[in-house]
């Protein structure tokens, strides 16, 4: 898995789980994924060491893989969003679309 398929489940995974984290973890998380800070950034907003931060980092990437491993949400997400671009794919017929529409706003 390259980095910007890291960045990516990470952020997926953040969109379903990220309120399981403590407020720390969360916001570690989002500044360095989604913010793109480098962990000595953060480190000096938070006033700890670099390394504190790449503990909490990994701690709670642990976690979030945890939860997944459990739940499944984001595995089941990607499943019904294939699905949805398979049955567009073989059938026109417009009497379906407002059903997958449907179904893609459950996500």
Do not use: C
Request: a negative charge; charged letters at 35%; zero cysteines.
């Amino acid at each position: 898995m390259d980095d910007f398929e890291k960045t990516l489940r990470i952020n997926l995974l953040l969109d379903f789980y990220g309120n399981l984290l403590t407020d720390k973890q969360l916001e570690a998380l989002q500044l360095y994924f989604r913010e793109d800070l480098s962990l000595q950034e953060i480190a000096s907003i938070h006033q700890v060491s670099r390394n504190a931060v790449y503990d909490t980092i990994q701690k709670a990437i642990k976690l979030l893989e945890t939860y997944e491993s459990k739940l499944q949400l984001l595995t089941k997400f990607e499943k019904r969003k294939e699905i949805i671009l398979r049955i567009r794919e073989v059938n026109s017929d417009e009497r379906i679309e407002p059903y997958l529409k449907e179904l893609e706003q459950l996500d």
